[in-house]
């Protein structure tokens, strides 16, 4: 199945529920489908899961766990996580994770900014990702996410359908801001997605990894507030989140690599990301790359059997992020 179909099978599910799911259905003038999951409508829980589902094309599964219900490998670690906990699973991550979830690109407009991810980037297929990856496709249809305030323009609509290669009516796009309960699931359901992103970024052999799982908790949503919404979403990977992939091959190139991959291999590591932002002059790009990774990572090699652990979690910075006021999380408006 090509990546813009499959998602375009959770986008049917949403559109037959979208009552249920407080999401918000429009079509533009131009054709093109828009479907406000968090920016004017209300969203929910259940929206949030099948965005995260639609930006891995289908082919990863997604689910909340209540404290205290998580497996055993993830309560060993945190055993008293207050917060509910975002899991994700793929048994094909290089597709579900980098060829579609990956926020890896920005749409910028003298009126509209967004960060888009989800399959259509494979029909556009302009980031150098793909020359090693593959996985780029000539698709019907395109479906991205927009992570966004406002809801996309009939101008930008227009451009993505022509970047993609389709017909403005064949252009879905899913929408919501950071700081709503479907726009904060699905970003917290990137933690897979981060890990591979790491290991491309350390040019590690991806086709050694054969699954994935990982598990991050679900921060709490602050009212219209993106800027605190983006810090706490980050923080719940980077100090709260844990990953274990399923690997074949040595097991000396794991320990080589291991201690590399997670957050805590970063100089800026150690504070939470507003204020590290703040400290950066609000530069995204001014932070650590090395910063942007999973707190802790299980390395399980299926061919010798042995597993193993890099990391830790950092609970008191995951607090320290969900409960600071946000009026003065990083000099934000409440």
Request: aromatic residues 6%; proline residues 5%.
């Amino acid at each position: 199945m090509q990546l813009n179909a499959g998602a375009l099978e959770i986008v049917a599910t949403l559109l037959s529920q979208t009552d249920a799911l407080g999401v918000e259905f429009h079509t533009l003038a131009n054709g093109a489908r828009v479907v406000d999951c968090g920016v004017k409508a209300a969203g929910s829980i259940d929206a949030g899961v099948l965005l995260a589902r639609a930006a891995m094309a289908g082919l990863g599964t997604v689910w909340l766990e209540e404290p205290g219900h998580s497996p055993a490998a993830f309560s060993q670690i945190w055993p008293d996580c207050p917060w509910p906990i975002v899991a994700v699973r793929s048994e094909q991550p290089l597709a579900a994770c980098l060829a579609s979830q990956y926020a890896g690109w920005k749409v910028s407009t003298s009126n509209f900014f967004a960060m888009a991810s989800g399959p259509i980037r494979a029909a556009i297929g302009r980031e150098a990702l793909y020359d090693q990856i593959g996985m780029r496709e000539r698709a019907d249809a395109a479906v991205g996410l927009l992570e966004t305030a406002k809801l996309p323009p009939d101008d930008v609509c227009l451009s993505l359908a022509a970047d993609a290669g389709v017909a403005a009516d064949k252009l879905v796009l899913l929408v919501a801001r950071t700081a709503s309960i479907a726009g904060t699931l699905q970003v917290v359901a990137r933690s897979l997605e981060t890990a591979l992103h790491k290991l491309h970024d350390l040019h590690f052999d991806l086709h050694r990894i054969r699954s994935g799982s990982g598990r991050a908790p679900l921060a709490p949503v602050p009212r219209k507030d993106d800027l605190v919404a983006i810090g706490r979403t980050n923080d719940a990977i980077l100090y709260g989140g844990h990953v274990v992939l399923d690997v074949t091959g040595d097991d000396a190139s794991l320990l080589d690599i291991g201690p590399r991959m997670v957050s805590r291999a970063s100089a800026d590591y150690g504070a939470p990301f507003c204020t590290l932002f703040e400290r950066a002059g609000r530069d995204f790009y001014a932070l650590d790359p090395a910063l942007f990774a999973p707190a802790v990572v299980d390395l399980v090699n299926i061919d010798t059997g042995r597993r193993h652990r890099f990391g830790g979690i950092a609970p008191e910075i995951v607090a320290s992020s969900f409960t600071t006021p946000q009026a003065t999380a990083a000099g934000s408006e409440a």
